[in-house]
């Protein structure tokens, strides 16, 4: 079964320096989706980022990049220039190209100091 | 526009009371998707609705949780008989369900937070 590995329970970062989110996971597919999405108070789920799994090159979403090292299977998410607003929790998902659910890390809170 | 929208927000319960959670996803998703997020921890996957097609169920975590979608828009998760630990935000989801490209971004709603005494 795919796991999905989130070793980071809290991150801080001060306003406007750019912080890593590690996320690591366990398959044996080789197709796949991963995701980054971020969760504020509100409860409300928003998608951050995703990579497909075929594609080398990593995605990239204005002030939010991944590392995408798939032979080691890592899927850290940078975000630069952080802003007050980029607190809230932080969940990386794998989703299996033929599956329908997706597995979510037990997710990192990020807290941005002004 | 509408994004996908729960209902209702908060909901508390007796142990051993029944309660019906409702989700609308957005117009036109053939994909639903619903979630169990406990205290402090990620989302758990529970079941799976895509068109007419028998759902996946795989991951109802006993025969106390069924799911429904009629017509293939709104959904209800069910719980019978409560149980203290069935406390957790119940979170739903809807994509497009195309294979590839954006049918793959799943859109959640706000969830409901469902409290059992």
């Known amino acids: 079964a795919q796991t999905v590995t989130q070793s980071q329970p809290e991150m801080s970062v001060q306003e406007a320096e750019t912080v890593t989110l590690s996320c690591t996971y366990d398959t044996s597919e080789s197709d796949y989706y991963l995701f980054w999405y971020k969760q504020p108070p509100s409860r409300q789920m928003i998608l951050v980022i995703r990579?497909?799994?075929?594609?080398?090159q990593n995605a990239t979403e204005n002030r939010f990049s991944v590392n995408f090292q798939k032979a080691a299977k890592s899927f850290s998410l940078k975000i630069s220039d952080s802003q007050l607003g980029d607190a809230a929790m932080y969940f990386c998902a794998y989703r299996g190209y033929n599956n329908n659910d997706m597995r979510f890390g037990a997710g990192t809170r990020l807290t941005v100091k002004p | 526009g509408a994004g996908v929208s729960q209902s209702p927000s908060n909901k508390v319960t007796e142990k051993g009371k029944d309660v019906e959670l409702r989700c609308d996803p957005i117009s036109g998703h053939t994909a639903l998707y619903w979630y169990r997020q406990s205290l402090g921890q990620g989302l758990e996957f529970l079941i799976y609705f895509q068109g007419n097609s028998a759902p996946d169920k795989s991951g109802l975590p006993s025969d106390r949780f069924s799911a429904e979608r009629t017509g293939g828009s709104v959904s209800t998760l069910t719980i019978q008989r409560t149980q203290q630990e069935d406390s957790a935000v119940y979170l739903c989801a809807s994509s497009s369900g195309l294979a590839g490209g954006r049918g793959n971004e799943q859109f959640f709603g706000p969830g409901t937070r469902l409290t059992v005494l």
């Open positions: 990579q497909e799994a075929y594609k080398q």
